[in-house]
């Protein structure tokens, strides 16, 4: 079992960047697949971008390719998403997670931190 734990999140002007965080103290969280997921108001839970900590695999969104960069830092136990050229429509609660298998399905992955908020302002 694990507790991932978002940070990063804020108010950003629309075309800047923002770099969110997903770390969580069991050393187990390294044997996981991290998934990036958002939800805005009113919508369902919707797929960013998942990595591998096993063998480094990674899968984007279509929505989101060339925006959105996913990373791992094996000694802090962290995951972070790149978002550069941040639109209004980005604006979101962004939520880390952590499954057995690499999917883009929310149902895939067991273990949810609580959220940071993405808010773009143009």
């Known amino acids: 079992q694990v507790q991932p734990v978002e940070s990063g999140g804020g108010l950003v002007q629309a075309g800047g960047s923002v770099r969110l965080s997903c770390a969580a103290s069991?050393?187990?969280?390294?044997?996981?697949?991290v998934g990036w997921f958002r939800q805005a108001p009113g919508k369902e839970r919707e797929f960013g971008a998942a990595i591998s900590w096993g063998d480094g695999s990674i899968y984007y969104a279509d929505s989101v390719k060339g925006r959105f960069t996913i990373s791992r830092d094996n000694a802090k136990n962290t995951v972070y998403l790149q978002i550069n050229s941040l639109k209004p429509e980005d604006t979101a609660v962004y939520y880390c997670?952590?499954?057995?298998?690499?999917?883009?399905?929310?149902?895939?992955?067991?273990?949810w931190g609580q959220g940071t908020q993405v808010t773009v302002y143009s």
């Open positions: 069991e050393r187990t969280f390294t044997t996981y697949v």
């Open positions: 997670a952590a499954g057995r298998v690499i999917g883009r399905r929310p149902g895939d992955y067991v273990y």
